[in-house]
């Protein structure tokens, strides 16, 4: 089991100060599940408005030829467990980054990483097109995504389908030879094919009700630029808006609060004083993504803005004026800092993610090993500078603006060993199919929700979180956030409102001298010296006939009997905190109270 080691500091100007160490205790299952949605926020940041709360801080995962992932081949269970955690591997040191958004690549070339009805299997997971890997990576990713607290978006590649007699293709025309179309030795979507905008809007619709993604990115909706456009440019754009309106639709009917997205070509059109140099999206590829955000088809961009000086910033200004409210997120070219590319200075990229924050816009690195391999060092820049406070994602309130109602109810429950929190289930009141929670931490009493500073987990599924500290030099005040699947926030539970007369005294308390300060709801402690503890007492109405022992996690270590008796034996349970709960004959369980083990 891994222990994810998180470290709050204070920034003052080049100096940090570790002010705290977390350690986050994995969940139930999986020995990484739950707990990786927490943040490494910092505490009293001195210059937390450079740190904007809501961003796009995305990063383009690639999978055709594996890339960027995966690197071994899916061809037993050993293979398919190391190709799992390579995945893993990768998702920890993106959200470590400060990362929050995966655009991964889902529809590769007519193949994919998931078991569709409509498409064979990509052959980067198991080495061999159109076979399983063993597995559904796409779930897979999906779900380790979900529990770092990141969203995951499908990332489909539209209109080619590679070489035209790659396996995809071929499997491709076999069924529908009249939307595919030849140049060179490559194959083509042809988007003035009615049947393409219906067979694409298929293929997105598939991932969208048979999978929880949080969005749709669609790559290369677009003419090829090797095509020779014979009509009126005007309808060639109408051909490629078709094409994304059948999608939108298609996807939105199902699952309204699914982002669509794009990755246009970075410069829009020619500008008044700057011109696009024959390279551009709405003139060149028929590509009209503004007006999708305008018409409400889109509700992000993800420009790929892979150039430098007056090529980049006044473009990147004109998707900012032009984006209509909606999510604009500028893609940048890290990949050219390689020396085998063009050998950019990183300072080129750090500035263009500080201009580009200035404007509101977010950022996405393409691509992911470039990152993770810190290119001249611009993962470490991440994590330490531009990224070091987590974001939330911006809210959709373009879509549904209602927030949801806040959890009722948030206790926290204190040790030597750390606190345990836990909050009741928030009100949605929006067509989403469930909240996530958001949790907020401060020393100074009151915890300010607007501070990204205060932001320690995000997105989390489950209504509790354990946070275990070896140095807890002041008690964290905890707030809590419910947030639906469009990102609005509920108004915040505060632990001041939630501990309101559940306090008691220290006379109530007959615990050690060594945890009684850190039990300020003592009321839930369960006697024990180390090798029994004191069964509580059953009310008249409980039918339970036996009593679990868990760790704050939920995982069941013992099991004991609730018929009659004062006390159970504890002598084999190490040291720790444990939620004791009744077990009735229905499976019914309640928790009694909370053993803490200090021998």
Request: proline share 5%.
């Amino acid at each position: 089991m891994k222990r994810l080691d998180l470290h709050a500091t204070i920034l003052l100007g080049k100096r940090c100060l570790t002010l705290f160490t977390f350690f986050i205790v994995p969940t139930i299952g999986n020995a990484d599940d739950n707990f990786f949605g927490v943040s490494k926020s910092v505490l009293f940041n001195p210059a937390n408005e450079v740190y904007p709360k809501h961003e796009v801080r995305a990063v383009w995962l690639t999978t055709i030829g594996g890339i960027d992932w995966p690197h071994t081949y899916s061809r037993s269970t050993v293979s398919k467990q190391k190709q799992q955690q390579e995945l893993c591997s990768i998702l920890d040191s993106l959200k470590l980054a400060g990362v929050n958004t995966i655009l991964m690549q889902t529809r590769i070339r007519a193949t994919t990483i998931y078991p569709s009805g409509l498409e064979p299997w990509d052959g980067c997971l198991s080495g061999k097109p159109g076979m399983s890997p063993g597995y559904d990576a796409l779930k897979f990713a999906i779900d380790e995504c979900h529990r770092r607290g990141m969203e995951f978006h499908a990332w489909i590649v539209t209109i080619p389908v590679g070489k035209w007699n790659s396996y995809g293709c071929r499997k491709l025309r076999e069924r529908h030879p009249g939307i595919l179309t030849k140049i060179g030795d490559e194959g083509y979507m042809n988007p003035e094919k009615k049947g393409t905008a219906v067979y694409l809007a298929k293929i997105c619709r598939e991932i969208a009700t048979g999978y929880d993604v949080d969005g749709i990115h669609l790559d290369y909706i677009r003419y090829p630029e090797t095509w020779k456009i014979k009509i009126p440019l005007s309808s060639a754009r109408a051909n490629i808006t078709n094409i994304v309106s059948a999608i939108s639709k298609a996807v939105k009917k199902e699952r309204p609060w699914i982002k669509i997205s794009c990755s246009p070509i970075g410069k829009y059109d020619d500008l008044s004083r700057y011109k696009s140099n024959g390279w551009n999206a709405r003139t060149r590829v028929a590509q009209d993504a503004q007006q999708w955000l305008k018409d409400g088809l889109m509700d992000a961009l993800f420009p790929m803005m892979y150039f430098k000086g007056n090529n980049f910033y006044p473009f990147a200004v004109n998707w900012k004026e032009n984006s209509y409210g909606k999510i604009l997120s500028i893609g940048l070219g890290i990949y050219f800092m390689s020396p085998k590319e063009k050998n950019w200075d990183v300072e080129e990229i750090k500035r263009q993610i500080n201009v580009c924050r200035g404007y509101g816009l977010g950022h996405a690195f393409f691509r992911s090993k470039f990152f993770t391999d810190n290119l001249k060092g611009i993962y470490d820049y991440s994590c330490n500078e531009c990224n070091a406070l987590p974001a939330l994602i911006p809210p959709m309130t373009w879509v549904c603006s209602t927030r949801p109602k806040s959890p009722a109810k948030l206790d926290v429950y204190r040790n030597v060993a750390g606190d345990y929190i836990e909050w009741d289930e928030g009100v949605d009141m929006s067509d989403g199919n469930y909240l996530t929670y958001n949790v907020y931490a401060s020393v100074n009493g009151k915890t300010d929700i607007t501070n990204p500073a205060n932001l320690i987990a995000t997105r989390l599924m489950d209504r509790h979180i354990a946070i275990s500290s070896t140095k807890h030099p002041c008690m964290l005040t905890y707030a809590v956030t419910a947030m639906d699947r469009y990102g609005n926030e509920s108004e915040p539970i505060t632990e001041v409102m939630a501990i309101s007369g559940n306090t008691v005294t220290d006379d109530h308390c007959n615990i050690s001298s060594e945890t009684k300060p850190f039990l300020p709801f003592c009321k839930t402690a369960i006697e024990n010296d180390g090798k029994c503890m004191v069964i509580p007492q059953k009310e008249n109405n409980l039918d339970a006939e036996y009593l679990t022992v868990e760790t704050l996690q939920g995982t069941i270590i013992a099991i004991r009997s609730f018929n009659g008796g004062t006390s159970a034996d504890i002598s084999q349970i190490p040291d720790g905190i444990y939620v004791i709960r009744s077990l009735g004959k229905k499976g019914i369980s309640h928790r009694l109270g909370f053993l803490a083990i200090k021998r």
